[in-house]
């Protein structure tokens, strides 16, 4: 087995679901919130496809492809929503967006 | 032949309901056509049941019997129901009884009901009586005679409440209708039993096969009782007479036509039609019988009190029908249906004659403000004097022959009939009193003082006509069956009575009751001379004698009182207690348990639900790190 340990990949993606975890915490702003989130997910992605080279399985680059499409249509319904407040004059912070508290 | 002619006798009066009801949609239509279908359809259904009588006399009387079915209306669990009718002999007398009297009266209310406003809506509910009336008698299964019972019972309900803005027309129709529910219920679970013991409701099967019940059975007790409660209710017998009294806040037509002549009698002619299953059970009969010989004698007792001249005729004919659920009760079905018509003529005389004298008054009814009128209203006068003769059992009148085949007849019928037989005889005497009493205080002696508020008219031919062809009736009714002569109407009967017991009395008894009916009547009429013809101001000096035993027979024995506070007051009462002490604690604890259970659970989960996305997400994130957490414990282990 040559390239690239395992353990770099998956220490990069632990790296990056970190950073993308703090942010979904700690940003205010739903655009930032939705970057976070990419982040976490590609995270996964890079485990997934760190692993598929581990065990020379192409299963895991699949998985990372599917993850990336999910991601898209998530973004696109994020990125309409944020758009959508920003055209009603609304401030984009989501701790003021809790209409839906209960 | 018969049959057809038969849908349509009983579809004209229907038709003739409906076209009155329906159009125009708005407004009172011109009187003309209003009088033109409301009458009209009853003369040509008379006619046609005089073609089908005619055509049946032709017949030999065994095949007197014409079933036909329209169409299957039901088939469930081996139980059919046709819409089928049956014209047989009963069902005949029955038929030319209702359109013939009813005609009468539906001419003399051309010009009673005049001054109405809402003379359409009059003639379409008659209409329907009418209708309901002849699906009652002609029905040729006990549902469709239950959806005639019902009918009649609603039609009666529309008319006792025909002058809906006053109060006691209401209060009275209500009563009417709540009284004969108790009689319905009776008969539907009649009906019930027979589908459990025999599964079918068809007269035909139903009577061929009555044995199957039993002789003497509980079961054959307990469907002879249960219809006998809805003939009671509907007949006005004891003790859910009480209806029948205040009925008569409706127009007088109306009171002669369904509260005298044929819908209360439709009690009597349950019983005779259903005469196979009440021989099946003797209890039941005697029963029957007792109820019949209560109600006649109480009856006439209240009768004697009235001043009302309406609730005179109203007692009466409570009693008259006990004569005749007496004499069905002994098992005497012809006699009770000789009495049935004849009453009919005789009742329908009087309940008009007062109707005439009511009109011509202006809506009087005390006979405390009537007196003389024999000088002003000559038809009203003779109609009245001929009813009086005959309700009496005046010898010669109808209502001789008719009383006295009960009561001579009676006699033949064992112990209970002797009894019957005194019963029935101290109240014909009452009966002549209290008639003639009324006859001599609105006819006879001066005018009341201070005169007629509203001068008596006498009556135009719309009325007169009918009142006298009536009181003819009346007078000549009873001749069609003469002891010792001929008996047409138990010749006529016979073929829809077979099997019925032979009861026929010896000459002697029949002789004896013959001359003892004729004294109790002459007797009778003379009492009530004495007290209340000859001089006027004995009825007066007689006032304070026995005036609190007098008051309770003016009230009916305080019936009414008692049924108040027994039923109506109890049930209040239990109401009462169960809206004050059950309802807020138990119903209403049981139900808001609940509530309060899912609104304390909701408070307490609500915090969860901030609305801030990034308590979410830290919640999510902590959970999943906390699985985690147990997972690599739970490995390490």
């Known amino acids: 087995m040559t390239g690239v340990p395992l353990a770099f990949y998956i220490g990069l ?90 | 032949m018969a049959t057809t002619l038969g849908w349509i006798i009983l579809a004209l009066p229907l038709l003739g309901c409906l076209a009155l009801a329906l159009f125009p949609r708005h407004g ?152 004969n529910v ?39 007790l307990a469907v002879c009782l249960l219809l006998f409660v809805g003939a009671a209710a509907k007949s006005g017998q004891m003790p859910l007479h009480s209806w029948l009294p205040d009925a008569m806040t409706g127009p007088t037509p109306v009171s002669a036509l369904i509260h005298a002549a044929t819908m209360v009698t439709a009690g009597v002619y349950l019983i005779v039609r259903c005469y196979t299953l009440f021989d099946l059970s003797s209890l039941a009969g005697d029963t029957v019988a007792v109820v019949g010989m209560v109600t006649l004698f109480l009856a006439a007792t209240v009768a004697l009190m009235q001043v009302d001249i309406k609730r005179v005729l109203a007692w009466s004919t409570v009693s008259q029908i006990g004569y005749m659920v007496m004499a069905a009760g002994l098992g005497l079905y012809a006699s009770a249906m000789f009495h049935l018509m004849t009453h009919a003529f005789f009742k329908a005389t009087l309940f008009l004659a007062a109707g005439a004298v009511i009109h011509a008054l202006g809506g009087e009814q005390s006979l405390d403000r009537m007196g003389g009128l024999r000088r002003h209203l000559r038809v009203a006068y003779f109609a009245m004097g001929a009813g009086c003769l005959a309700i009496a059992g005046f010898p010669g009148f109808s209502g001789f022959f008719s009383k ?71 007078v000549v009714g009873g001749w069609i069956q003469v002891p010792f002569g001929w008996h047409l109407i138990d010749d006529w009967l016979a073929p829809a009575l077979v099997g019925a017991p032979e009861i026929s009395p010896s000459h002697t008894q029949e002789v004896v009751s013959l001359i003892i009916g004729s004294i109790v ?47 109506i007051g109890t049930t209040r009462d239990l109401g009462d207690a169960l809206t004050r002490d059950f309802e807020p604690k138990g119903a209403g604890g049981i139900i808001s348990a609940p509530v309060a259970i899912v609104r304390g659970s909701a408070r307490v989960l609500r915090a969860a639900e901030s609305g801030l996305v990034r308590t979410y997400a830290f919640a999510l994130i902590a959970g999943v790190g906390a699985a985690g957490i147990v997972i690599v414990l739970a490995v390490v282990r």
């Open chain 2, 28 to 179: 009172e239509p011109p009187k003309g056509p209003v009088i033109a279908i409301g009458v009209g359809s009853i003369l040509i259904a008379f006619v046609l049941s005089a073609v089908v009588f005619a055509s049946m006399l032709a017949e030999d009387p065994s095949e007197r019997l014409h079933v036909d079915s329209l169409y299957e209306w039901i088939d469930i669990g081996g139980v059919s129901v046709d819409l089928a009718i049956r014209i047989d002999t009963l069902s005949m007398m029955m038929m030319l009884i209702i359109t013939g009297v009813g005609f009468l009266i539906h001419l003399y209310s051309v010009e009673y009901m005049d001054h109405d406003r809402d003379y359409r809506r009059f003639f379409a509910e008659m209409n329907f009586f009418v209708f309901s009336m002849l699906l009652l008698v002609m029905a040729e299964n006990f549902v469709f005679l239950i959806v005639g019972w019902g009918f009649v019972g609603i039609a009666s309900y529309l008319l006792i409440g025909y002058y809906y803005q006053q109060a006691d027309a209401v209060r009275s129709a209500k009563k009417a209708f709540v009284m």
């Open chain 2, 521 to 567: 009547a002459v007797a009778g009429i003379a009492i009530a001379w004495y007290l209340f013809g000859a001089d006027r101001e004995r009825r007066l000096r007689l006032a304070g004698v026995a005036a609190g035993p007098r008051r309770v027979l003016e009230d009916g024995y305080e019936l009414d009182e008692i049924y108040d506070e027994a039923l």
């Open chain 2, 182 to 220: 108790i009689g319905d219920v009776g008969m539907v679970l009649a009906a019930f039993l027979l589908v459990r013991e025999l599964g079918t409701l068809d007269y035909s099967e139903v009577f061929a096969r009555a044995g199957e019940l039993g002789p003497e059975s509980g079961t054959a």
């Open chain 1, 13 to 102: 993606s632990a790296a990056m679901f970190l950073i993308g975890m703090l942010g979904v915490m700690i940003r205010r702003n739903p655009l930032l919130l939705l970057l976070a989130v990419e982040l976490m997910l590609n995270s996964a992605n890079v485990a997934l496809v760190g692993f598929s080279r581990h065990w020379d399985d192409s299963a895991g680059q699949i998985f990372a492809l599917v993850v990336m499409v999910v991601a898209a249509a998530e973004v696109v319904i994020g990125l309409g929503l944020v758009v959508a407040t920003f055209r009603q004059r609304i401030e984009l912070d989501v701790d003021q967006l809790s209409t839906l508290k209960g």
């Open chain 2, 404 to 474: 006295d085949e009960i009561l001579a007849y009676s006699l033949a019928a064992g112990t209970l009939g002797t009894i019957g037989y005194v019963v029935g005889t101290v109240a014909a005497l009452l009966t002549a009193i209290y008639m003639f009493r009324l006859l001599f205080r609105a006819f006879f002696g001066p005018d009341p003082d201070g005169g007629y508020a509203h001068a008596p008219h006498p009556s135009r031919w719309w009325m007169a006509v009918p009142l006298s062809i009536l009181a003819v009736l009346a």
